[in-house]
T-cell receptor, first 116, second 115 residues
Framework: DTEVTQTPKHLVMGMTNKKSLKCEQHMGHRAMYWYKQKAKKPPELMFVYSYEKLSINESVPSRFSPECPNSSLLNLHLHALQPEDSALYLC???????????????FGPGTRLTVL | GNSVTQMEGPVTLSEEAFLTINCTYT??????LFWYVQYPGEGLQLLLKATKADDKGSNKGFEATYRKETTSFHLEKGSVQVSDSAVYFCALKFDMGTGFQKLVFGTGTRLLVSP
């Protein structure tokens, strides 16, 4: 199984809602990533988890709260979002980096989020 | 800093035409370079990679050569197909100094291939 799955595929929420995005992989990868991709823009890294611990937070606002409950799952909890947070949220996984060797990141299809 | 510059799109070609998508980079040290492809409604897929100068990455008829002297990693394909229509991202990977390596993407180039 070389697949990263993400649910839901689409999400529409109001600015006062609380919702969660879910990502799952069964490749035995121990590094998982959240990216944000605005329309016609490249993906931008938000968070990195390694061995279920938050390792990198790219100065993301606290209205985005990541969680890694086990080695296969990664969640992104959303609260009090703004319309400018509307974007495609991509999850990826890889083996943790070792030295200079590259461990390919496998991307999921993304969740398209619209904040009204 | 570390950055990637790609040619603006869209690139519109007829089937069987030759494809070049330009990519240049700025980086400290010696980054690894990648091309990712994103088909409509999907996530990113790694297309090819090169980890050091003069390396040539290739996959599915696509090729790119890591040129340190021109800081370039141009994507080429001899004969495109309609199924190649997608957005192509050039990216580099650099060491964040934390044991983690970060991918930095270019802005993407949309390729449209007509029959």
């Amino acid at each position: 199984d070389t697949e990263v799955t993400q649910t839901p595929k689409h999400l529409v929420m109001g600015m006062t809602n609380k919702k969660s995005l879910k990502c799952e992989q069964h490749m035995g990868h121990r590094a998982m990533y959240w990216y944000k991709q605005k329309a016609k823009k490249p993906p931008e890294l938000m968070f990195v988890y390694s061995y279920e611990k938050l390792s990198i937070n790219e100065s993301v606002p606290s209205r985005f709260s990541p969680e890694c409950p086990n080695s296969s799952l990664l969640n992104l909890h959303l609260h009090a979002l703004q319309p400018e947070d509307s974007a495609l949220y991509l999850c990826a996984s890889s083996q943790p980096p070792r030295g200079r060797s590259y461990n390919e990141q496998f991307f999921g299809p993304g969740t398209r989020l619209t904040v009204l | 800093g570390n950055s990637v510059t790609q040619m603006e799109g869209p690139v519109t070609l007829s089937e069987e035409a030759f494809l070049t998508i330009n990519c240049t980079y700025t980086a400290t040290g010696y980054p690894s370079l990648f091309w990712y492809v994103q088909y409509p409604g999907e996530g990113l897929q790694l297309l090819l990679k090169a980890t050091k100068a003069d390396d040539k990455g290739s996959n599915k008829g696509f090729e790119a050569t890591y040129r340190k002297e021109t800081t370039s990693f141009h994507l080429e394909k001899g004969s495109v197909q309609v199924s190649d229509s997608a957005v192509y991202f050039c990216a580099l990977k650099f060491d964040m100094g934390t044991g983690f390596q970060k991918l930095v993407f270019g802005t993407g180039t949309r390729l449209l291939v007509s029959p």
